[in-house]
């Protein structure tokens, strides 16, 4: 699990365990990257301005904060049904986990890692 | 009317509690109106939290002095800020399947200014305000938000003064049965100060002024992840402006509309072809940023 996310320096590890692998398969199942061009151990490196859902025919905020919500809807419905899931600290909601989400989906310096830290300080994987 | 009356009582207790407490004379650098040479005494520090819905609060008396020998004033600057409205709707627990469903609104109003007794030593505004509103949706693959924005300005004892406003509606869809394909569009009204516009001055013959004007885009985004091509996107751009002055018409600057199609390859290169062009102060929403582009206008 990672300590307190989004502050440095960080001590998250992208590697071989639910947080990181259930953050690149769903990625791959919504179509964001061609998995067979990007293999799991340099994934935790890849930009999300390289992934689909992230515009570069338009500069609007607007229209990136629309992308970025929608796929933080298509992703927690995937990996609420696909991975045993639990909130690290009581009272947090599918919800917060989206919003905590969306900054770091519309950062272009953000990587796959980055999104994978924040969502693992809100929910606790079966191996942790 | 009850509520305005608690808002004072706030206010005043506030005021009283800060003044019981000490005050501290001080320079504010962030104070509005440093245009002039001044002192400021700090009465009131920021106050954060006040009631339900007042973020913030500050009242700072201030002693106005000019460069130029003539009297100085008295004045009183404030700022404030407060978000009467902002909820968001959770549904979703941890531990079972996520419809990741979201509800939220929010409105917020902040305002800030300077008062002085005498209003010619004044040269910062005596008011200056913005407010904005969201309501956003995102249902079963649907997005909608509906967000207002607007910000006035004033300065003391003359009539400058300044506004801009803008509505916007966006509309968005995820196709998960349709190898998630991506639907996105905008629709704004805006008031826009053409600060830069040399073609539409010289169109009109005389100096700028502001004016309301429609912005449309849409883009498709649609995922291949096959062979070199991992993604197309489709887009179109489009301002245009209701009620424009014959001159401007007729020198074809009261519409806009450009389209582009981009192909993003393997390795963050991609290859994109333009159509169209934009107004003057959005030519930054022309440029495409990486690989290499073919553009004709």
Redesign the interface.
């Known amino acids: 699990m990672a300590t307190n996310p989004g502050t440095s320096p960080s001590t998250f590890a992208w590697k071989q365990n639910l947080a990181c692998v259930s953050c690149f398969k769903t990625l791959a199942v919504l179509g964001q990257f061609d998995e067979a061009k990007l293999k799991f151990e340099k994934a935790g490196d890849k930009k999300l301005s390289d992934l689909n859902y992230f515009l570069q025919s338009s500069d609007s905020p607007q229209l990136l904060e629309m992308s970025a919500l929608l796929l933080t809807q298509q992703y927690v419905k995937y990996i609420s049904t696909h991975y045993v899931l639990a909130a690290q600290k009581t009272g947090i909601k599918w919800t917060d986990v989206q919003l905590a989400m969306l900054p770091v989906l519309k950062d272009k310096t953000k990587t796959i890692s980055a999104l994978a830290e924040v969502i693992d300080g809100l929910l606790k994987f079966a191996d942790e | 009317m009850k509520k305005s009356y608690e808002l004072l009582a706030t206010l005043a207790a506030i005021l009283t509690l800060s003044s019981a407490h000490g005050q501290t004379a001080a320079t504010n650098p962030e104070a509005p109106g440093d245009g002039a040479l001044s002192t400021t005494i700090k009465l009131a520090p920021k106050i954060d939290k006040v009631g339900k819905w007042l973020e913030d609060l500050s009242i700072t008396p201030r002693i106005l002095q000019t460069n130029n020998g003539s009297a100085g004033s008295l004045g009183v600057g404030y700022s404030f800020s407060v978000k009467p409205v902002s909820k968001?709707?959770?549904?979703?627990?941890?531990?079972?399947?996520?419809?990741?469903?979201?509800k939220m609104y929010s409105f917020e109003l902040t305002a800030n200014g300077l008062y002085a007794a005498k209003p010619e030593v004044n040269t910062g505004n005596v008011i200056d305000t913005s407010a904005s509103g969201t309501y956003l949706i995102?249902q079963n693959?649907i997005?909608a938000?509906t967000a207002f924005s607007g910000a006035y300005s004033r300065q003391q004892g003359n009539d400058t003064h300044a506004s801009r406003w803008e509505i916007?509606q966006?509309l968005?869809?995820?196709l998960?049965k349709f190898?998630?394909v991506?639907l996105?569009g905008?629709l704004a009204l805006a008031r826009v100060n053409p600060i830069k516009d040399g073609a539409r001055k010289m169109a009109l013959g005389e100096a700028l002024k502001s004016y309301q004007r429609l912005e449309f885009?849409g883009?498709a985004?649609i995922?291949i992840?096959?062979g070199a091509l991992?993604?197309v996107?489709?887009?179109h751009?489009q301002f245009k402006e209701p009620n424009a002055p014959d001159k401007v018409r007729a020198a074809g600057l009261n519409s806009f509309k450009i389209s582009?199609i981009?192909f993003?390859l393997?390795n963050?290169l991609?290859v994109?072809y333009s159509k169209g062009g934009v107004p003057a102060d959005r030519k930054?929403?022309q440029?495409?940023?990486?690989g290499w582009s073919s553009s004709s206008l």
């Open positions: 968001i709707e959770k549904v979703d627990e941890i531990g079972g399947p996520a419809t990741g469903n979201i995102l693959g997005y938000k916007s966006g968005g869809t995820w998960p190898n998630n991506e996105l905008r885009e883009v985004v995922p992840n096959a991992q993604k996107e489709l887009r751009l582009s981009y993003r393997s963050s991609f994109a930054n929403s440029v495409l940023q990486l």
